[in-house]
């Protein structure tokens, strides 16, 4: 008869108690890992928008760099240079923030699962 629950060959994988009875319960939480926020600043200061990518945050990271090209377009009219700056600014402490908030609630869960 075959093996209802094939060993994983990944060890880092934990399963919560929980999983047998209902498949899939608790693996995405304990595959999450932490960020570093200082990487996802630098990538914005790189790139706006790349940081928020590296947190997880697609769509964020493309209207960042979205608007930081409608705010070259803008240049021309004077306004784009208070935009530009003010939307890499932005770019950069966002990613940072995004990151701290993930890692906290990454560290609250692992926690919370431990107790």
Known sequence: M?????????PSVEFHPKADMTPGYGTEETRQKRKNPV?????????????QVYAGDLYKGLALFAALVVSLCLIA??????????????????AYKMVKKQNDRVEKKKNGASA
């Open 39 to 51: 990487i996802a600043a630098l990538l914005s200061l790189i790139i706006p928008g790349l940081g």
């Open 77 to 94: 009219l004077i306004i784009g240079f208070f935009t530009f700056f003010a939307t890499w600014i932005f770019a950069v402490s966002d």
């Open 2 to 10: 075959e093996e209802i629950h094939p060993e994983t060959s990944d």
